[in-house]
T-cell receptor, first 112, second 116 residues
Framework: SQKIEQNSEALNIQEGKTATLTCNYTNYSPAYLQWYRQDPGRGPVFLLLIRENEKEKRKERLKVTFDTTLKQSLFHITASQPADSATFLCAPNSGGYQKVTFGTGTKLQVIP | GAVVSQHPSWVICKSGTSVKIECRSLDFQATTMFWYRQFPKQSLMLMATSNEGSKATYEQGVEKDKFLINHASLTLSTLTVTSAHPEDSSFYIC????????????FGPGTRLTVT
């Protein structure tokens, strides 16, 4: 069955460092993969989308990579700030663009 | 960006009663909306796809008679939890795509349902 795995443990990093979050998937051949941010008690907010033919995508301090051979996406936040503290969800999808299937999420805590 | 609202933001009800949650697209029309449920410290699980003018499509394991969905207009979908029980207590979130692009889907702020 299809499975999406993210670091289940919370990730604590020091302010200013680069945070790297991992998303692994199995039994999927996603045409694209999305990353979302979710704050406590709020709905997810779309951050980035990367397609299968793209190796890397950047947006301000965010960078996403997509390795379809390893079936993995990495999500980086450079120069992290306490305001970046949130849960980050990955969502690999294959067609049926509208249905978003989420991973378990990784909680990031940036320590001042 | 586009805005999706939900009402109410939280609700407490007694076991056996029904609760209606509204999802509205405020500045765009959505022929399709999605309903998710999120239990504490878990990810969002898709419950159903709400289609304007036709029946909703439910994911496997979701009881359609318990979770009634009505897509009344191009800007409104409602989820009614019928005969609610404590195990239905959860965070319910809706989403709506603004276009055919995958990166143009917006989520509502969520509704916290507590059944006592």
């Amino acid at each position: 069955s299809q499975k999406i795995e993210q670091n289940s443990e919370a990730l604590n990093i020091q302010e200013g460092k680069t945070a790297t979050l991992t998303c692994n998937y199995t039994n999927y051949s996603p045409a694209y993969l999305q990353w979302y941010r979710q704050d406590p008690g709020r709905g997810p907010v779309f951050l980035l989308l990367i397609r299968e033919n793209e190796k890397e995508k950047r947006k301000e301090r965010l960078k996403v990579t997509f390795d379809t051979t390893l079936k993995q996406s990495l999500f980086h936040i450079t120069a992290s700030q306490p305001a970046d503290s949130a849960t980050f969800l990955c969502a690999p999808n294959s067609g049926g663009y509208q249905k978003v299937t989420f991973g378990t999420g990784t909680k990031l805590q940036v320590i001042p | 960006g586009a805005v999706v609202s939900q009402h109410p933001s939280w609700v407490i009800c007694k076991s056996g009663t029904s609760v209606k949650i509204e999802c509205r697209s405020l500045d765009f029309q959505a022929t399709t909306m999605f309903w998710y449920r999120q239990f504490p410290k878990q990810s969002l699980m898709l419950m159903a796809t709400s289609n304007e003018g036709s029946k909703a499509t439910y994911e496997q394991g979701v009881e359609k008679d318990k979770f009634l969905i009505n897509h009344a207009s191009l800007t409104l979908s409602t989820l009614t939890v019928t005969s609610a029980h404590p195990e239905d207590s959860s965070f319910y979130i809706c989403s709506a795509p603004t276009s055919g692009r995958a990166d143009e889907q917006y989520f509502g702020p969520g509704t916290r349902l507590t059944v006592t």
